[in-house]
C-alpha cells in the first residue's frame, strides 16, 4: 500500500515536472536554439564577439551593470528581419567608463538583448525575445537553472518583462521611443 502511494506521487511529481517545463514561456529548447541562432547572427553584425563595433560607454543603472554600451539593428535571423537592442554589461574592479573603452572584454559582464519578433510572438509583450547571454554567448540562468531565453519571465513579478512593462512609450524600451 505504502509504495502504491509512492508510486503514486513519484508520478505526480513526474506529470508535473513535464507539465512546468512545457508551460515554461522561457528556458525550453526551442528558447535556446533561437538565442544560439541570434548570438550568430551578432556576431556576423559585429554587436558582440572579438570584432565587436566599440561606442562611447556611460553610466548604468540597476540592474544592468555599473557601465553600459547600448546598440541597435535591424538584423534577418532565420528569415526574419527585425530590430535587435544589445546592452553590453560591464563591471568588475577598476571598471569605469574609460577602462571599458580601452578594453571592453575585460570588463564585459553580460549581453542582454531584445529582439523583435514575427506578430503573434508574444503580442501582450510587443513580441519582444529577451535573451541574457554570458560574454561566450551562452545563455545565464537563473537561481532555478532555467536558460534566461524567450519570453522572460511572462507573468512573474520580476524580470525582464515585468520591469522593461514600466518603460515610457509603452514599447518595453527605456532609451527611446522608436520602436513602437
Ligand atoms: C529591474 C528592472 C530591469 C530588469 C529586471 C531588466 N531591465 Fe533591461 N533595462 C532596465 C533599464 C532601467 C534600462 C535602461 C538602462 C540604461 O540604458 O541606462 C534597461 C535597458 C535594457 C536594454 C536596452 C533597451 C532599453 O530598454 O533601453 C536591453 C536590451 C535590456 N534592458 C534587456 C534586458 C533583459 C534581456 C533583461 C532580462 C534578462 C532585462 N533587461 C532586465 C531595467 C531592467
Known amino acids: 500500500m505504502r509504495s502504491k502511494i ?31 541562432r541570434l548570438w550568430k547572427v551578432l556576431q556576423q553584425e559585429r554587436l558582440v564577439g572579438p570584432g565587436m563595433i566599440n561606442s562611447v560607454p556611460y553610466q548604468g543603472q540597476h540592474p544592468h551593470g555599473a557601465i553600459l554600451e ?22 568588475g574592479e577598476g571598471v569605469s567608463k574609460a577602462a571599458v573603452a580601452d578594453d571592453a572584454a575585460r570588463y564585459l559582464g553580460a549581453v542582454t538583448v531584445m529582439f523583435k519578433r514575427e506578430a503573434g510572438y508574444d503580442e501582450e509583450n510587443r513580441d519582444w525575445f529577451w535573451v541574457k547571454y554570458k560574454p561566450d554567448g551562452s545563455p545565464d540562468t537563473n537561481p532555478k537553472g532555467m536558460a534566461l531565453a524567450g519570453r522572460v519571465a511572462k507573468g512573474a513579478a520580476q524580470g525582464c518583462i515585468a520591469c522593461h512593462q514600466g518603460a515610457p512609450g509603452g514599447d518595453y524600451v527605456f532609451n527611446n521611443d522608436r520602436f513602437r
Open 70 to 91: 547600448t546598440l541597435d539593428k535591424t538584423i534577418t535571423v532565420g528569415g526574419h528581419r527585425g530590430t535587435v537592442i544589445v546592452k553590453r554589461n560591464y563591471g
Open 6 to 36: 509512492a508510486q503514486a506521487c513519484a508520478l505526480a511529481a513526474l506529470v508535473g515536472l513535464g507539465g512546468n517545463v512545457a508551460a515554461a514561456p522561457f528556458g525550453n529548447a526551442a528558447d535556446l536554439e533561437d538565442a544560439a
